[in-house]
């Protein structure tokens, strides 16, 4: 029992103990006093920043997706052309009148 009177009288004169966290309050009540009618307009600012990140995030993932359905598209146009020259040069010497024999 003597123990735990001990403990608890540490606590109490530690760097977490209630009189500490009772100097530290009175010692903050000043900018409390200032701060406390600024509360309800600083919390709508913080709640509309938090809508805009939202918003700015969403229209980022936006660009992301539309980036990447054009990558793709790009992608597939460019294999695309790299097949149809492929074909033509392998074509080229079987046709009569070729691009290649024209150029000759």
Excluded at 13 to 31: I, M
Excluded at 56 to 69: H, S
Aim: glycine letters at 4%; hydrophobic letters at 40%; one cysteine or more.
């Amino acid at each position: 029992m003597e123990h735990s009177k001990a403990i608890f009288r540490n606590l109490d004169d530690g760097p977490v103990g209630s009189t500490k966290v009772t100097s530290e309050l009175k010692a903050q009540a000043p900018r409390y006093a200032k701060l406390l009618p600024d509360l309800p307009l600083l919390l709508a600012d913080f709640c509309q920043e938090q809508k805009i990140h939202h918003l700015i995030r969403q229209v980022l993932m936006d660009l992301l997706a539309a980036q990447k359905r054009t990558n793709k598209l790009l992608q597939a146009i460019i294999y695309s052309g790299c097949w149809v020259c492929v074909g033509f040069n392998r074509d080229a010497n079987y046709l009569p009148y070729s691009f290649i024999s024209k150029v000759h």
